[in-house]
């Protein structure tokens, strides 16, 4: 039987507790190199300007897509072992580069898709992002697994949670909200335990998947 929102909460705090530190500055560095490659990616298609700075945010923005994925992969890595009380390394934030194929495909799919059914309306578009939320958890956990496997095992995966995730999301929104309170400081505790949650989200609910 799946957990409650609540337990998995807390249970995320335990696995946390004690290792905030390197959790913190493990986050702290994906965020920072994550952040600065998005904001050039952003104003790349928001712009229209060909002044001289537009050069350089095509080329951030072409990195970010090769990165983002196996960026992704390695957070969810690092999550992944701290949610289940193994050794969690700073180095593990790049170890989706060593299944950089899979990672960056598996991203561009998964974005490409979400940005598909957000064409037809907004909830089509959360639906979406809910179905394909546990996408590199299971690369995670199968390095060998093709792309598009990936997507559908974690479309099966959420048959029946997307709601309970939606929910567990709207708890991290509310957070966020308090964390701007913070002038931000907030969200370097803030995004640690938003992954844990999810991977233990992940763990949870994988046990209960057919097929």
């Given at each position: 039987m799946a957990k409650s929102?609540?337990?998995?909460?807390?249970?995320?705090?335990?696995?946390?507790t004690g290792r905030w530190g390197i959790a913190i500055g493990t986050f702290l560095v994906y965020m920072i190199i994550t952040g600065s490659l998005q904001g050039g990616?952003?104003?790349q298609l928001n712009s229209d300007s060909d002044q001289g700075f537009s050069f350089a945010y095509s080329f951030t923005s072409l990195i970010y897509l090769l990165v983002a994925g196996p960026f992704a992969l390695g957070i969810?890595?690092?999550?992944?072992n701290l949610a289940r009380n193994m050794e969690a390394r700073f180095?593990?934030?790049?170890?989706?580069f060593r299944n950089f194929k899979t990672s960056?495909?598996?991203?561009?799919?998964?974005?490409?898709?979400?940005?598909?059914?957000?064409l037809l309306l907004i909830i089509p578009g959360i639906i979406a992002?809910?179905?394909?939320?546990m996408t590199f958890f299971i690369i995670a956990d199968d390095e060998f697994?093709?792309?598009?496997?990936?997507?559908?095992?974690?479309?099966?995966m959420m048959y029946g949670y997307k709601l309970q995730l939606f929910y567990l999301s709207l708890r991290f929104f509310g957070l966020a909200l308090l964390c701007i309170l913070t002038l931000g400081i907030g969200f370097l505790w803030l995004f640690p335990y938003m992954y844990v949650t999810m991977a233990k989200f992940y763990d949870d609910i994988?046990?209960?998947?057919?097929g």
């Open positions: 929102n609540s337990e998995l909460l807390r249970s995320a705090k335990e696995s946390l990616y952003r104003y969810a890595i690092f999550s992944l180095e593990q934030l790049f170890d989706g960056f495909v598996a991203y561009l799919l998964m974005i490409l898709f979400i940005f598909l059914w957000t992002a809910l179905s394909y939320a697994i093709e792309p598009m496997a990936a997507l559908d095992k974690s479309k099966k994988k046990d209960n998947t057919i």
